[in-house]
C-alpha cells in the first residue's frame, strides 16, 4: 500500500511532466516543420546548382554559384546545423534519424561551401576563360590535359607543361585562400581541424585509412615498378630514368587499340552492353547522354544528376580511342544508378557519401577490360588482348597507387605540414614512378580534392573488387550478359545514398571494405597477359 503522503507527491510529480511534455510539443511541432521546410528549399537549391553546373562544364556558361546562395542566405545557419542536430538526437527511429544525420553533414559542408563560393565561382570562371601560350599561339587551359594525352613527342609534351606554371601560380593564389578560409571555417563550427571536419561528414575515419595505404602501395610496388618501365619503353620508347608526369597521358592513351574502340559505334556498344543486362538505355527517356565536342566544353567526363531520377545528365567529350570509352562507361555507372534511385527522401536521393555510387562506375567502367566483355564485344584477338590488359593493369595500379598518395599528402596538407608543394611532388612522384621536376610542385592545390574525395575514390576501388568478386561468384565472369544480374544491379541502385560503403559492403556478404578482392583481381589481369 502507498502512503497517502506519497501517492500525491507522485500525482504532482506526474502533472507536471506532462505540463512539460504538452508545453514541448509545440516547440518539437515547429521544429520538425522548420526543419522540413529546410530541406525543400535545400532540393531546390541543389537542383539548381547541379543545372548551373552542368551548363557551365558542357558549355562553358559563367558559373555563378555565389548567386545562387545569395538567394538562399538563410538556409546554412550554424542556428539551422544546431537545430537538425537536436532533432537528429531526439529522433527515436533509425531511418529518420539517418536521414537527419545525412542533412545535418549536408549543411555543414555547404556552410563552408557558401563562404567560399565566391572564391570558387573566380576559380571556376578563370580556368574557363584563362589562355595558355605556347609556341606563339593562345591555348584553352581546360584543353591541355587532352593535348597532353595525344602529344606524340616528348619535346612538345615537356613543353606544353611547363607553358602551363603561369596560370597555376594564379590558380593556387585563390586555392591557398580557400584553404585557409576551410580551415578557419571547421574550426569555427567546433571541429579540431578541417580534417577532423570531414570525417564526421564522410562517416568514416581518414586517418585509419593510413595502414591500408602504406599497405597496398608495399604489396603492388614491384609489379608496378615492373609494368611501368615495360610500357614506357614499349609505348613510348622511355627509359623510367626519362620518364615524367607530362609523359602519363600519352601512355595511357591506348592508340594501339583505336581500331577496336572506334567512335562511332561507342554508344550503340553501350547500349548493348547493357541489353545483355536487360537494360534499355534508348528507352530511358529521364537519362540525357551528350557526346558533342565543344572548345569550352571540359574534356572530363561528368554525370549530373538534375532531378534524381527524372532528369540525369552525362557528358563526354570524346579525345580518341579508349579513353572515351572508359569515361562514357564510368559516367554510365552514376547515371544508371541515380536514375534508377526508387527513394522518395531528398537525403537519400542526392546526400549519401561517395564511396558507393563511384563503386558502380568503376564497376560499370572495368566491364571494358573484363576477357568475356573483350571476346563478345571486340574483335581483339587473344595476344592483343593480352597487351591490352596489361597495360590496364598498369593504368589501375597507377591510380590505385596515386591516390593512395594523394590521400596521404591531403591528410599531411590540411594537418599544416611545412612545404606542402614540395611534399607533394615527392609522395606523387615516388608513388607513380615518374622523374620529379619542379613544375609538378605546382600542382600542389590544384589536384586537391574537395572534403578528401580522393579517399572515396580509393574505397571505391576496393569495394568494386569485392561487388565485382560478388558478381562473379553469383552469375559467372560472363554476368553482363545476366538479366537477372541487371535486375540484382536495379534493386541495389534503387536505394539510391541510403548506405554508404560500410553499410553497402555488408549487404554484398563482406564484413569490410578490404584490398584482397582487387588485389587478387589486379594478379589475375596480369598473369594472363603474361601466359
Same mark, same amino acid.
Given at each position: 500500500?502507498?502512503?497517502?503522503?506519497?501517492?500525491?507527491?507522485?500525482?504532482?510529480?506526474?502533472?507536471?511532466?506532462?505540463?512539460?511534455?504538452?508545453?514541448?510539443?509545440?516547440?518539437?511541432?515547429?521544429?520538425?516543420?522548420?526543419?522540413?521546410?529546410?530541406?525543400?528549399?535545400?532540393?531546390?537549391?541543389?537542383?539548381?546548382?547541379?543545372?548551373?553546373?552542368?551548363?557551365?562544364?558542357?558549355?562553358?556558361?559563367?558559373?555563378?554559384?555565389?548567386?545562387?546562395?545569395?538567394?538562399?542566405?538563410?538556409?546554412?545557419?550554424?542556428?539551422?546545423?544546431?537545430?537538425?542536430?537536436?532533432?537528429?538526437?531526439?529522433?527515436?527511429?533509425?531511418?529518420?534519424?539517418?536521414?537527419?544525420?545525412?542533412?545535418?553533414?549536408?549543411?555543414?559542408?555547404?556552410?563552408?561551401?557558401?563562404?567560399?563560393?565566391?572564391?570558387?565561382?573566380?576559380?571556376?570562371?578563370?580556368?574557363?576563360?584563362?589562355?595558355?601560350?605556347?609556341?606563339?599561339?593562345?591555348?584553352?587551359?581546360?584543353?591541355?590535359?587532352?593535348?597532353?594525352?595525344?602529344?606524340?613527342?616528348?619535346?612538345?609534351?615537356?613543353?606544353?607543361?611547363?607553358?602551363?606554371?603561369?596560370?597555376?601560380? %594564379?590558380?593556387?593564389? &585563390? @586555392? /591557398? !585562400?580557400?584553404? #585557409?578560409?576551410?580551415?578557419? +571555417?571547421?574550426?569555427?563550427?567546433? *571541429?579540431?581541424?578541417?580534417?577532423?571536419?570531414?570525417?564526421?561528414?564522410?562517416?568514416?575515419?581518414?586517418?585509419?585509412?593510413?595502414?591500408?595505404?602504406?599497405?597496398?602501395?608495399?604489396?603492388?610496388?614491384? %609489379?608496378?615498378?615492373? &609494368? @611501368? /618501365? !615495360?610500357?614506357? #619503353?614499349?609505348?613510348?620508347? +622511355?627509359?623510367?630514368?626519362?620518364? *615524367?608526369?607530362?609523359?602519363?597521358?600519352?601512355?595511357?592513351?591506348?592508340?594501339?587499340?583505336?581500331?577496336?574502340?572506334?567512335?562511332?559505334?561507342?554508344?550503340?556498344?553501350?547500349?548493348?552492353?547493357?541489353?545483355?543486362?536487360?537494360?534499355? @538505355?534508348?528507352?530511358?527517356?529521364?537519362?540525357?547522354?551528350?557526346?558533342?565536342?565543344?572548345?569550352?566544353?571540359?574534356?572530363?567526363?561528368?554525370?549530373?544528376?538534375?532531378?534524381?531520377?527524372?532528369?540525369?545528365?552525362?557528358?563526354?567529350?570524346?579525345?580518341?580511342?579508349?579513353?572515351?570509352?572508359?569515361?562514357?562507361?564510368?559516367?554510365?555507372?552514376?547515371?544508371?544508378?541515380?536514375?534508377?534511385?526508387?527513394?522518395?527522401?531528398?537525403?537519400?536521393?542526392?546526400?549519401?557519401?561517395?564511396?558507393?555510387?563511384?563503386?558502380?562506375?568503376?564497376?560499370?567502367?572495368?566491364?571494358?577490360?573484363?576477357?568475356?566483355?573483350?571476346?563478345?564485344?571486340?574483335?581483339?584477338?587473344?595476344?592483343?588482348?593480352?597487351?591490352?590488359?596489361?597495360?590496364?593493369?598498369?593504368?589501375?595500379?597507377?591510380?590505385?597507387?596515386?591516390?593512395?598518395?594523394?590521400?596521404?599528402?591531403?591528410?599531411?596538407?590540411?594537418?599544416?605540414?611545412?612545404?606542402?608543394?614540395?611534399?607533394?611532388?615527392?609522395?606523387?612522384?615516388?608513388?607513380?614512378?615518374?622523374?620529379?621536376?619542379?613544375?609538378?610542385?605546382?600542382?600542389?592545390?590544384?589536384?586537391?580534392?574537395?572534403?578528401?574525395?580522393?579517399?572515396?575514390?580509393?574505397?571505391?576501388?576496393?569495394?568494386?573488387?569485392?561487388?565485382?568478386?560478388?558478381?562473379?561468384?553469383?552469375?559467372?565472369?560472363?554476368?553482363?550478359?545476366?538479366?537477372?544480374?541487371?535486375?540484382?544491379?536495379?534493386?541495389?541502385?534503387?536505394?539510391?545514398?541510403?548506405?554508404?560503403?560500410?553499410?553497402?559492403?555488408?549487404?554484398?556478404?563482406?564484413?569490410?571494405?578490404?584490398?584482397?578482392?582487387?588485389?587478387?583481381?589486379?594478379?589475375?589481369?596480369?598473369?594472363?597477359?603474361?601466359?
Amino acid at each position: 500500500m502507498v502512503p497517502l503522503r506519497t501517492a500525491a507527491v507522485s500525482w504532482v510529480l506526474l502533472l507536471s511532466v506532462a505540463a512539460l511534455l504538452v508545453s514541448c510539443a509545440p516547440e518539437r511541432k515547429r521544429d520538425a516543420e522548420t526543419v522540413d521546410s529546410l530541406r525543400t528549399e535545400a532540393e531546390q537549391l541543389i537542383k539548381s546548382q547541379a543545372l548551373m553546373g552542368w551548363n557551365s562544364w558542357v558549355f562553358g556558361t559563367p558559373s555563378n554559384q555565389d548567386s545562387l546562395y545569395n538567394s538562399h542566405t538563410n538556409l546554412f545557419t550554424k542556428e539551422h546545423i544546431n537545430l537538425v542536430q537536436k532533432a537528429e538526437g531526439d529522433e527515436p527511429d533509425s531511418v529518420q534519424k539517418k536521414r537527419l544525420r545525412y542533412f545535418r553533414r549536408y549543411l555543414t559542408t555547404e556552410y563552408i561551401a557558401k563562404q567560399t563560393a565566391p572564391l570558387s565561382d573566380r576559380l571556376t570562371n578563370l580556368e574557363a576563360t584563362t589562355k595558355v601560350s605556347f609556341e606563339g599561339k593562345d591555348l584553352p587551359y581546360r584543353q591541355v590535359s587532352s593535348l597532353l594525352i595525344n602529344e606524340p613527342k616528348q619535346k612538345r609534351r615537356a613543353g606544353l607543361y611547363a607553358a602551363v606554371d603561369p596560370v597555376l601560380d %594564379t590558380l593556387n593564389t &585563390l @586555392l /591557398r !585562400e580557400i584553404e #585557409q578560409r576551410n580551415q578557419r +571555417l571547421a574550426i569555427d563550427l567546433g *571541429f579540431a581541424s578541417y580534417t577532423s571536419l570531414a570525417e564526421e561528414v564522410k562517416g568514416f575515419s581518414l586517418t585509419g585509412l593510413t595502414p591500408v595505404l602504406q599497405r597496398v602501395l608495399g604489396e603492388t610496388a614491384s %609489379t608496378y615498378t615492373d &609494368l @611501368l /618501365r !615495360e610500357g614506357a #619503353q614499349k609505348y613510348l620508347h +622511355l627509359s623510367l630514368s626519362s620518364f *615524367f608526369r607530362y609523359d602519363i597521358g600519352a601512355l595511357f592513351r591506348s592508340r594501339e587499340f583505336d581500331a577496336f574502340f572506334s567512335g562511332a559505334p561507342m554508344l550503340e556498344r553501350a547500349e548493348s552492353t547493357y541489353a545483355g543486362l536487360g537494360i534499355n @538505355l534508348q528507352s530511358m527517356k529521364n537519362l540525357t547522354i551528350d557526346a558533342d565536342s565543344r572548345p569550352l566544353k571540359i574534356p572530363r567526363a561528368v554525370c549530373y544528376a538534375i532531378d534524381v531520377p527524372s532528369d540525369v545528365r552525362l557528358s563526354v567529350k570524346p579525345v580518341g580511342g579508349f579513353d572515351d570509352y572508359r569515361s562514357l562507361f564510368h559516367e554510365l555507372g552514376h547515371a544508371l544508378h541515380y536514375s534508377h534511385t526508387k527513394e522518395h527522401a531528398f537525403e537519400f536521393k542526392y546526400l549519401g557519401e561517395p564511396t558507393v555510387t563511384e563503386n558502380y562506375a568503376f564497376l560499370s567502367e572495368y566491364l571494358l577490360v573484363n576477357q568475356a566483355w573483350l571476346r563478345l564485344r571486340t574483335s581483339m584477338p587473344v595476344k592483343v588482348q593480352k597487351d591490352f590488359l596489361r597495360l590496364q593493369a598498369l593504368y589501375r595500379l597507377y591510380f590505385l597507387r596515386r591516390y593512395c598518395a594523394k590521400v596521404l599528402y591531403e591528410l599531411q596538407l590540411h594537418n599544416g605540414v611545412a612545404n606542402p608543394s614540395s611534399v607533394y611532388a615527392q609522395l606523387l612522384s615516388s608513388s607513380t614512378g615518374y622523374v620529379a621536376i619542379p613544375s609538378d610542385e605546382k600542382h600542389y592545390l590544384v589536384d586537391v580534392d574537395q572534403l578528401f574525395y580522393s579517399a572515396s575514390y580509393l574505397r571505391a576501388w576496393l569495394l568494386e573488387g569485392q561487388f565485382h568478386a560478388r558478381l562473379n561468384r553469383d552469375y559467372g565472369v560472363n554476368w553482363f550478359e545476366r538479366p537477372e544480374a541487371g535486375a540484382y544491379l536495379e534493386s541495389l541502385w534503387g536505394y539510391g545514398d541510403r548506405y554508404g560503403g560500410d553499410e553497402f559492403v555488408r549487404r554484398i556478404g563482406y564484413e569490410s571494405i578490404s584490398p584482397d578482392a582487387l588485389l587478387a583481381e589486379l594478379k589475375t589481369m596480369v598473369l594472363f597477359s603474361t601466359q
